[in-house]
C-alpha cells in the first residue's frame, strides 16, 4: 500500500514570495491534515479535512495560509507571501477518518520550507 | 487543553543497554495515545498506539509502551538498543473531547553510542 506522498521535499525562498505544497494521502482515507514542524519541536496542527469539508483550521495563520483538498483527495497549502518565521517542516498525514480507531494518523516524508 | 510533557529533551545510550522515554499527558478520562517516531530528515513512522484493552503495547522494532491512567503516563521502553534507534521520539495524545486531534509532546532526540 502506498504511503503519503508529498512533494517537493525541500523548498528555498525569499521572504515575501509565494509557495505551494501537494498531498496525496492514502487511497480511501477521508481525514487529511497539515503540520507544522518548526526546528527542535513537535508537530503542529495547521488543518484538518474531512473529505473535502474543513474540520479544523484554528491555528491556520489565515491572513498568510490558505489550503483546499478539492474532490476530497489531494490538498494543496499555499503561503503567501512568506515571512522568516514560516520556515518549518510541513507534514501532511491522513487516517481513515477522525473517529476513535479509525483516527490513526499516517505521516508522509514533510516539505522542508527555508524562508531567507 | 490536552496537553502531553516529554519529560526528557535528550537521551544519550551506549548501544545494547535499555531505554525509557517518559511521556505524561493532560487529557480528559477518554484518551489514545501513540508514540512516533522520526529519522533524520523523514516524516513521521507510527511506533506504536493505545486505544484501549491491555495497558501493555507492542510496536514495532521491539519497542512497547506502557499506558497508567492513575499516573496518566505512557512511557515508552526498549530492552536493548540498536544504533539504527537513533532518532526523535515524540509521544502523542488524542482526546475524543478535543474532537479526536492529535497533539504532540517536544520530542525526544535519542542519541545510541557505540
Known amino acids: 500500500e502506498a504511503g503519503v506522498a508529498q512533494s517537493p521535499r525541500y523548498k528555498i525562498i525569499e521572504k515575501r514570495q509565494s509557495v505551494a505544497f501537494w498531498c496525496n494521502p492514502i487511497s480511501g482515507h477521508a481525514t487529511l491534515y497539515w503540520y507544522q514542524q518548526i526546528l527542535g519541536q513537535g508537530p503542529k496542527l495547521l488543518i484538518q479535512f474531512q473529505n473535502n469539508g474543513v474540520v479544523d483550521d484554528s491555528q491556520l495563520p489565515k491572513d498568510r495560509f490558505s489550503a483546499e483538498r478539492l474532490k476530497g483527495v489531494d490538498s494543496t497549502l499555499k503561503i503567501q507571501p512568506a515571512k522568516l518565521e514560516d520556515s518549518a517542516v510541513y507534514l501532511c498525514a491522513s487516517s481513515l477518518d477522525n473517529e476513535g480507531r479509525r483516527n490513526t494518523q499516517y505521516f508522509g516524508p514533510g516539505t522542508r520550507l527555508t524562508v531567507l | 487543553a490536552q496537553s502531553v510533557t516529554q519529560l526528557d529533551s535528550q537521551v544519550p545510550v551506549f548501544e545494547e543497554a535499555p531505554v525509557e522515554l517518559r511521556c505524561n499527558y493532560s487529557?480528559?478520562?477518554?484518551?489514545?495515545l501513540f508514540w512516533y517516531v522520526q529519522y533524520p530528515n523523514q516524516g513521521l513512522q507510527l511506533l506504536l498506539k493505545?486505544?484501549?484493552?491491555?495497558?501493555l503495547v507492542k510496536g514495532i522494532n521491539g519497542f512497547e509502551a506502557e499506558f497508567n491512567k492513575s499516573q496518566t503516563s505512557f512511557h515508552l521502553r526498549k530492552p536493548s538498543v540498536h544504533i539504527s534507534d537513533t532518532a526523535e521520539y515524540f509521544c502523542?495524545?488524542?482526546?475524543?473531547?478535543?474532537?479526536?486531534?492529535?497533539?504532540f509532546g517536544g520530542g525526544t532526540r535519542v542519541l545510541v553510542k557505540p
Open positions: 487529557s480528559s478520562v477518554s484518551v489514545y
Open positions: 493505545y486505544l484501549s484493552g491491555s495497558t
Open positions: 502523542a495524545v488524542s482526546d475524543k473531547a478535543a474532537g479526536n486531534k492529535l497533539t
